[in-house]
């Protein structure tokens, strides 16, 4: 009888071993195929790249200017008195930073983010060294001499007049909460349109989209919302179609509006309101691609998730088609824009009247899928960049003739005066070593890094300058 050896070591099998090894080399070769994949993927995109690159600052070397960032060293103050109820209801037991700064109203640093109206951009009476300059959080006047009104706006070329229309919210009233835990919210004026040939001075062309002030079940009664108005033209009816979030004082409609002019300076027909796709629409934009096909662009399911899809052909409906991005992002205040076939957007968090930390991303078809890269804001210092220079975005307009070149449109609101809330536009340039995706997947390719470039002070190379004003 033979005794069993309980010590001893079982003995695999000789096919078992060469199953193992040959599952080894299968998963090394797979690796090794990846890897030289994903390096023909960098290299080729270096290559282009690099020629871009090369090519914008040939031409343009005034680019480079753009690129060479300001830096910022803000020190917070000891405690002088009592904060304010907001921003001591904010966060009342935590370290105060530099956005409880921002957000009170008491502070030392309020001439910081709001400078008076003693350091207004004024188109009319700068000349010399300072036309033409964008300041960033300064207040902005018109060629009458008032304030621009023309908040989370959105910007369209029209190629007829060869005119900038600048199109915003127009926020002239006084700012109140509709009850207790409600919003600071400013009653509906209507939307407020700019024209310029340079997009620095800007002509009012008055309220193109008035509210209503009788019927208060009308969407657009004074006492709902209206925000982020966006306006593009249809080629095939001759008509400028807009496209704006409509909601009641306490954001439960969650709805999408459409006007339509025969002209770009209005005035504009209300239309309708609804969900698009049966879903909640918030924060919104439109984007019109080189077919001429216009997408609609929207903040869902409490916002927790982007939607896109095509318009109809007269721009007035949605069509079924729809896909969800960013899901479970928490995204909101999208803005598009295309460079060289890749489509990009920046988006925000959502914080309400807070700043926070912009995003961008990128596609190659425009209904996804959607890379995240991470944050595009360089400059100032680690709280201007989490805070996105203490702005959110809302469009980004493109400069012809420079190539990569964008202006990069945003609001800095001001929840106690939300009148007073100011912009900053700031330089965009699509270009550099590539930015590999934040959740990266073997998703080839990598895109060009999206940078926006923080400035107190800067303006247009000269070159797109003179050849607008022909």
Known sequence: MRVRNKYRKPTAFPCNAGSRCLMTA???SLVGFLLMLHLYSHVTHRNTVSGDIQLRMSRHPLVRELEQVEEENIQIPPPRGKRSPRAAKRRPKRTTTLIDEFLDENSQLR???FPDMKTAVDPIKDAGNDSYHYYPGRIWLDTEGNPIQAHGGGMLYDERSS????????????TYHAHKKGAAR???IGVGCYSSKDLWAWKNEGIVLAAEETDETHDIHKSNVLERPKVIYNE????YVMWMHIDDANYTKAAVGIAISDYPTGPFDYLCSQRPHGYESRDMTIFKDDDD???LVYSSEDNSELHIGPLTEDYLDVKPDMRRILVGQHREAPALFKYQGTYYMITSGCTGWAPNEALAHAAESIMGPWETMGNPCTGGNKMFRLATFFAQSTFVIPLPGIPGSYIFMADRWNPA???DSRYVWLPLIVGGPADRPLEFNFGFPLWPRVSIYWHRKWRLPLSWRVSKSK
């Open 163 to 174: 005119t900038y229309y600048w199109y915003g919210e127009y926020k002239d009233g006084p």
């Open 26 to 28: 299968v998963v090394w």
């Open 236 to 239: 095939k009816t001759g008509k």
């Open 111 to 113: 001439h910081v983010f």
């Open 417 to 419: 005066d939300l009148r």
């Open 186 to 188: 400013v009653d509906i």
């Open 293 to 295: 096909v216009a997408y």
